[in-house]
């Protein structure tokens, strides 16, 4: 037999099966049109195939950086995650440009307060301090304090949060 007389798939059979893969990765979870990208892109499929699937997928409302966004960062907030890791991790998945920089200040304007990441942090820290069966009031052990400015540092919260946290649990 030669080569030509195997069946080859055609151009669109391939965008379908590229959807049916992106179709299947967004029920697991939401993600990032950049993110998207990388996930077809490590699946081998080529990017005439990633492209249309993409602009389809977006036109029907199955991607929107801006709804993932506002998902993501209504979430990192309420695992008690600093401004500063939450926009670096929306960075880190692509988003970015005109469309960071707005949510930036809308999330300001509406969480960011410095109150409201003090608490945030102070949420965390008292967490920390059950789990390590401290009681309210008692001295805490360096070695605990260390802990918890380690955690919400890596949570994203700014040093003078932190050593104001530090400075509460004394």
């Known amino acids: 037999r030669d080569l030509h007389s195997?069946?080859?798939?055609?151009?669109s059979d391939l965008v379908v099966a590229c959807e049916e893969?992106?179709?299947?990765?967004?029920?697991d979870r939401s993600l990032s049109v950049c993110e998207f990208k990388r996930f077809l892109r490590r699946k081998g499929y080529e990017e005439a195939e990633i492209e249309q699937t993409v602009t389809s997928f977006i036109s029907r409302g199955y991607l929107d950086d801006e709804s993932f966004s506002k998902e993501y960062i209504e979430y990192s907030l309420s695992r008690n995650r600093g401004m500063r890791r939450i926009f670096a991790e929306l960075r880190e998945k692509g988003v970015g440009g005109d469309l960071l920089s707005r949510l930036y200040r809308e999330t300001r304007e509406e969480y960011g307060a410095a109150e409201d990441e003090l608490q945030r942090a102070r949420t965390e820290a008292e967490r920390l301090l059950r789990n390590a069966g401290i009681p309210d009031g008692e001295d805490v052990p360096d070695?605990?304090?260390?802990?918890?400015?380690r955690r919400l540092e890596r949570y994203g919260h700014t040093a003078s949060v932190i050593c104001d946290i530090l400075d509460e649990i004394r």
Request: charged residues 35%; glycine residues 4%.
């Open 6 to 11: 195997f069946p080859t798939r055609r151009s």
């Open 21 to 27: 893969a992106g179709l299947r990765k967004l029920a």
């Open 143 to 149: 070695k605990i304090k260390a802990r918890i400015a």
